[in-house]
């Protein structure tokens, strides 16, 4: 079965295609992850350990095996097309190219593919940890966000459980850490605007913080 590539109206998704030369924007990016959720104009991906929230409109195209079928029997029964969940299901890996502006993520086209890569924005390591980067959007004293990007363009957002046994490193750590006879908390240690590599474990739904190493610290406010 060929792939149909079909344009998507808010609701329902056009009868008629739309040139793939549309989709060249000089500020596209691209993020590929696991379909979790589906609205009539949006559509959610886990990418990584974090998930984006992409809006759809008449713009939007889709690209998957059956499309075109589905919009052909949509039509017979007096409906512009299917709708975006008749075509992509929950579950289901996709490539999505996509535009930022004003705060929001828009779809430019949305590709099925096969299988996903390995995870962006992390490197497997022994025990089943896994190391990401990024830039401490909060910090305190059980748990810290960080965000970065993840490759292709596309950025990402993960929020990590902090306990005792999470390590902290970093220029002035060790002396911070004396000074108060070990009992430092991470908000001594880290602050937001730090750019950090985390060390991390699954622990059920949340991502658990072994190391926390500060490579860059934040710029004094002005």
């Known amino acids: 079965m060929k792939r149909t590539l079909i344009a998507l109206a808010l609701v329902a998704l056009a009868a008629n295609g739309w040139p793939a030369a549309r989709l060249a924007a000089q500020?596209?990016?691209?993020?590929r992850g696991t379909v979790t959720a589906l609205g009539a104009d949006s559509v959610t991906l886990k990418v990584g350990d974090h998930e984006m929230k992409f809006s759809v409109d008449g713009k939007t195209n889709v690209e998957a095996i059956g499309a075109g079928t589905k919009t052909r029997a949509a039509q017979a029964a007096g409906a512009p097309?299917?709708?975006?969940?008749?075509?992509v299901k929950v579950g289901q890996p996709v490539s999505v190219n996509y535009t930022e502006?004003?705060?929001?993520?828009?779809?430019?086209?949305i590709r099925a593919i096969s299988s996903l890569p390995a995870e962006p924005g992390a490197v497997a390591g022994a025990g089943g940890t896994k190391t990401t980067s990024g830039t401490v959007k909060s910090v305190a004293a059980t748990s810290m966000t960080i965000s970065g990007s993840s490759g292709s363009g596309a950025t990402f957002t993960q929020t990590f459980t902090i306990d005792g046994t999470t390590k902290v490193i970093g220029k002035g750590a060790g002396t911070a850490s004396a000074a108060a006879g070990g009992k430092t908390v991470v908000t001594d240690l880290v602050s937001t605007g730090d750019h950090v590599s985390v060390t991390y474990h699954a622990a059920g739904n949340a991502l658990h913080a072994a190391e926390i190493r500060v490579t860059t610290k934040a710029g004094p406010s002005k």
């Open 27 to 31: 500020d596209s990016k691209t993020a």
């Open 101 to 109: 502006a004003g705060g929001s993520m828009h779809a430019s086209r």
């Open 81 to 87: 097309g299917p709708k975006l969940s008749d075509v």
